[in-house]
Structure formats: structure tokens, C-alpha cells
């Protein structure tokens, strides 16, 4: 298991993908950080999304994109 709290998007990206590679993960994030964003697609996530106000709408048509 992993504690969110005492871990980084990234480490939680990395256990995810080791239970499963299959599994969409979208990183959503409250700061931009272009290296950790290009880090975590390279690690497998769908996207990384900086939290605004159009971040929901752009987290719903990623996942509608999916179907």
C-alpha cells in the first residue's frame, strides 16, 4: 500500500503502473512543473492536468475520450 500523504505523484504513478500497466492514470496537479509533467507521461500517465478552472472539463474529456 501506499500513504499519498507521505508520497510524491510520481512514487503513487510508478506503484500504479506496477500493479497494472493497463491502468489510465491522469496526474493532476496544483503547480506547473513542465520536467515532472514530461516525467510522468514518460512513466506512463495519460496527462498531467495543472488544476484551474478548466481542469475538470479537461479531466472529463480525457476520460470520455477513452470510451
Known amino acids: 500500500a501506499v500513504n ?3 508520497a510524491d505523484g510520481l512514487e503513487i ?12 492514470v491522469i496526474m493532476l496537479s496544483g503547480q506547473k512543473q513542465y520536467a515532472k509533467a514530461a516525467q510522468t507521461i514518460r512513466e506512463g500517465a495519460l496527462e498531467y492536468v495543472v488544476k484551474d478552472e478548466s481542469s475538470f472539463t479537461r479531466i ?3 476520460i470520455h475520450s477513452l470510451d
Open 4 to 6: 499519498p500523504e507521505a
Open 13 to 24: 504513478l510508478q506503484k500504479i503502473k506496477s500493479f497494472d500497466e493497463k491502468i489510465y
Open 60 to 62: 472529463e474529456q480525457l
